[in-house]
Protein backbone atom coordinates (compact mmCIF):
# COMPACT_ATOMS: atom_id res chain seq x y z
CA UNK A 1 0.00 0.00 0.00
CA UNK A 2 1.32 3.62 -0.98
CA UNK A 3 2.52 5.57 2.13
CA UNK A 4 0.35 8.67 1.46
CA UNK A 5 -2.55 5.98 1.71
CA UNK A 6 -1.44 4.39 5.30
CA UNK A 7 -0.95 8.02 6.86
CA UNK A 8 2.21 8.47 6.08
CA UNK A 9 3.45 11.92 4.15
CA UNK A 10 5.14 11.45 0.62
CA UNK A 11 8.49 11.86 -0.20
CA UNK A 12 9.45 14.64 -2.69
CA UNK A 13 12.05 13.74 -5.05
CA UNK A 14 12.92 13.28 -8.48
CA UNK A 15 12.15 16.77 -11.05
CA UNK A 16 8.93 18.33 -10.61
CA UNK A 17 9.17 20.34 -13.60
CA UNK A 18 11.43 21.58 -16.54
CA UNK A 19 14.76 22.67 -14.94
CA UNK A 20 14.48 26.55 -15.56
CA UNK A 21 18.26 26.41 -17.29
CA UNK A 22 17.06 24.03 -19.80
CA UNK A 23 13.74 26.53 -20.50
CA UNK A 24 15.99 29.67 -21.06
CA UNK A 25 18.57 27.53 -23.30
CA UNK A 26 15.38 26.11 -25.87
CA UNK A 27 14.27 29.81 -25.86
CA UNK A 28 17.11 31.97 -26.52
CA UNK A 29 18.46 29.29 -29.27
CA UNK A 30 15.06 29.02 -31.26
CA UNK A 31 14.81 33.07 -30.66
CA UNK A 32 18.05 33.60 -32.20
CA UNK A 33 17.84 31.78 -35.11
CA UNK A 34 13.82 32.40 -35.98
CA UNK A 35 14.04 35.56 -34.21
CA UNK A 36 10.92 35.11 -32.39
CA UNK A 37 9.50 36.96 -29.64
CA UNK A 38 10.31 34.62 -25.85
CA UNK A 39 6.89 35.62 -24.98
CA UNK A 40 5.74 33.54 -27.79
CA UNK A 41 8.13 31.02 -27.14
CA UNK A 42 7.67 30.53 -23.20
CA UNK A 43 3.82 29.97 -24.15
CA UNK A 44 4.39 27.20 -26.12
CA UNK A 45 4.01 23.80 -25.19
CA UNK A 46 7.41 21.86 -23.89
CA UNK A 47 7.19 19.21 -26.60
CA UNK A 48 6.83 21.95 -29.35
CA UNK A 49 9.52 24.09 -28.30
CA UNK A 50 11.94 20.96 -28.10
CA UNK A 51 10.60 20.18 -31.35
CA UNK A 52 11.28 23.17 -33.19
CA UNK A 53 14.87 23.38 -31.45
CA UNK A 54 15.35 19.87 -32.89
CA UNK A 55 14.70 21.26 -36.19
CA UNK A 56 16.73 24.27 -35.60
CA UNK A 57 19.76 22.20 -34.58
CA UNK A 58 19.07 19.83 -38.02
CA UNK A 59 19.54 22.53 -40.11
CA UNK A 60 22.58 24.36 -38.50
CA UNK A 61 23.81 20.33 -39.47
CA UNK A 62 22.47 20.77 -43.19
CA UNK A 63 24.32 23.98 -43.20
CA UNK A 64 27.33 23.27 -41.22
CA UNK A 65 27.37 20.05 -43.89
CA UNK A 66 27.23 21.66 -46.75
CA UNK A 67 29.55 24.42 -45.74
CA UNK A 68 32.06 21.65 -45.07
CA UNK A 69 31.37 19.82 -48.51
CA UNK A 70 31.61 23.16 -50.83
CA UNK A 71 35.00 23.94 -49.32
CA UNK A 72 36.31 20.11 -50.40
CA UNK A 73 35.24 20.60 -54.39
Given at each position: ????????A?????????????????????????????????N?????????????????LE???????????
Amino acid sequence: MPAHVRGRARKSGGVVGYPIARLYEEVAFIAYHFHWPPERLMNMEHAERRRWAEEVSRINLELSHTSHTSHLA
